[in-house]
């Protein structure tokens, strides 16, 4: 790693139109525990000691109502607003282009707002040793592969569902993103991957979740709460 | 299928102990919405219109514990208690050998109350037809296989989380039953497979979690109260 990697930048993807949600408000914007889920999100990594400045990418049409909101909940986090691009992977690449300077980059989506302080900085220091990191978690289920009617079971102490924040340098991210895209970047791993990067898997949380249905925000209420009253559930 | 397909039974499973879940009542007996976890369970096998014979599998030691629930909570769906056995593997067998006759046995862990009707109808329905049916979900992230040092990203679209209730026929699951106990039978499909069986899948429910955590709970409920309600989230 180079003398540059103090610095840290902290992207935040925040592109989903939300229809999944059965909801007029982009699934970003929507209110958990009074406050829109990006507002969360963007807190999870203004409250690390390291400081990361702050982009956060968004369609162009939402930009102004992001303003709205962030005047109506008198949101004052230090943040830089980037348009987004046709999919994840335009958007993504809009915001690395927007930092500058090396160092190391966590890329989030913006609809995981329960990232812990603690799973953000092991991020940041493995990158920091290994030149990247991806958060992942063991399933609790048995997993199997292929269709339907021909699949078999594979040993799910070998198997990881990715999640974000995705640290890398921003150097080397910048110059993955180069690549052509392609419909199975699912994720900035998978843009490394494409261009011959090893990647450093760290443990995730499970509790980290990407909020995709009204139950997923029900979810994050009930962990946010809990994280809140330390743990008070029943019996 | 041979004609005796008509016959329906459930095999409910609450052998755990609930230590993950920090608290002393076993997780099946946790309080979801006022009812313990696993009257819920038995209960979304009682509102079927096939009327399966419900067998449900307890540690012996918590069978007095059991009984006295159900007096305290009013709770007289009809069930039979067979005692469980070391594993979850030893259950299910002492479950299934307690089974008179032959036709379709849905085999299901106690702590998933959030199954749906329509989900057991399928499963029931698929296996009529196929010999077996195997509910299953794909995952929502992205999926990779191996150790964090070294990993590869795998077709989301071919990758399956395993649910239950898992279905098979009597006669048959009984007979693969009798195989030496292994630990990588996670599921009755395993145990199915480890006997030659082609198993068939069919989609399952996001919602029919595995209740193991505090969390997972705070979800049931809150999916129960949305069922209840219909929808009624903010925007």
Redesign the interface.
Known sequence: MSSLSNNRFALIVAGGSGTRM????PKQF??LNSLPILMHTISAFNILECKPRILVVLPEHHIDFWNQLCIRHAFNVQHTLVKGGETRFHSVKNGLNAIDGDGLVAIHDGVRPIVSQNLIERCFNVASEKGNA?P?VK????????????????N?D??????TPQVFEVSKIKSYYMIAYNETF??D??VA?ANGC??????GE??NI?I????D???AS??LK?KAEG?G???
Do not use: F, H
């Open positions: 059965c909801a007029e408000t929507l209110l991806l992942a399933p609790n289920e048995t997993v199997r592969l292929g269709t339907p009617e021909i699949s078999k079971k594979i799910r070998e198997c990881w569902l990715v999640q699912t994720d791993a998978s991957e090893k990647i450093q898997m760290v443990e499970r509790e990407k995709t249905t009204p139950i925000l029900a979810y009930q962990v809990t743990s559930l029943n019996p």
